[in-house]
Nanobody, 127 residues
Framework: QVQLVESGGGLVQPGDSLRLSCAASGRTFSRNGEAMGWFRQSPGKEREFVATINWNGGSTKYADFVKGRFTISRDNAKNTVYLQMNSLKPEDTAVYYC??????????????????WGQGTQVTVSS
């Protein structure tokens, strides 16, 4: 079982940037060609899909509300996936989670298709 730990969250102002990291341990998360994803959950709302990346980083998919602002990437040598967030808005305030999905589930935005989850990192965007 892979363990995921998110980091990089914090309090920023609107328009600022943050880079979240998700470090995997326990095994190499690309060994089985796993996809990785980022989700977020705001207070009082359901957890929602943000972005996903395939096993080698060659393909990505984003939620419409982050297109052009967020970039997902991965470094398999470091067992880490990233979420670069630019032009942050107050509505981006949420706990951000990373998760793994089997190779054949790449492209899914359904959290039920994602197996291992991290504990989340808080992102707060406020002036």
């Amino acid at each position: 079982q892979v363990q995921l730990v998110e980091s990089g969250g914090g309090l920023v102002q609107p328009g600022d940037s943050l880079r979240l990291s998700c470090a995997a341990s326990g095994r190499t998360f690309s060994r089985n060609g796993e996809a990785m994803g980022w989700f977020r959950q705001s207070p009082g709302k359901e957890r929602e899909f943000v972005a996903t990346i395939n096993w080698n980083g060659g393909s990505t998919k984003y939620a419409d509300f982050v297109k052009g602002r967020f970039t997902i990437s991965r470094d398999n040598a470091k067992n880490t996936v990233y979420l670069q967030m630019n032009s942050l808005k107050p509505e981006d305030t949420a706990v951000y989670y990373c998760a793994t999905a089997p190779y054949n589930k790449y492209g899914s935005t359904n959290q039920a298709d994602f197996g291992s989850w991290g504990q989340g990192t808080q992102v707060t965007v406020s002036s």
